[in-house]
Nanobody, 120 residues
Framework: VQLQASGGGLVHPGGSLRLSCAAS????????MGWYRQAPGNLRELVAG???????NYLDSVKGRFTISRVNANNTVYLRMDNLKPEDTAVYYC???????????????WGQGTQVTVSS
């Protein structure tokens, strides 16, 4: 299973970005999909998660500014980030729960990380 993340970059405060993460490979079923981030010197933290039934949860500091969504047919998860702030600067990682066959247990897979920098 491979996860390909894209969409990071440099943006001014108040700007927007959309991250994408596509899962490919040996996949029978996908469970929860999510985004974490890690800033220098900080622990990795959960930014947003979405279940197969579109139930979502967000880190308090991004509520009202970030929107997570998924397209199950494409095994893709998105993170729309609006009104970005300097404190959102971090490497963002996607993560996906995958079941490779009906008999397999669920496993967690991670993307390679994409840098988001918010600076004037």
């Amino acid at each position: 299973v491979q996860l390909q993340a894209s969409g990071g970059g440099l943006v001014h405060p108040g700007g927007s970005l959309r991250l994408s993460c596509a899962a490919s490979g040996s996949i029978f079923s996908i469970g929860v999909m999510g985004w974490y981030r890690q800033a220098p010197g900080n622990l990795r933290e959960l930014v947003a998660g979405i279940t197969p039934y579109d139930s979502v949860n967000y880190l308090d500091s991004v509520k009202g500014r970030f929107t997570i969504s998924r397209v199950n047919a494409n095994n893709t998860v998105y993170l729309r980030m609006d009104n970005l702030k300097p404190e959102d600067t971090a490497v963002y990682y996607c993560t996906v729960e995958v079941q490779k066959t009906p008999d397999d247990s669920w496993g967690d897979y991670w993307g390679q990380g994409t840098q988001v920098t918010v600076s004037s």
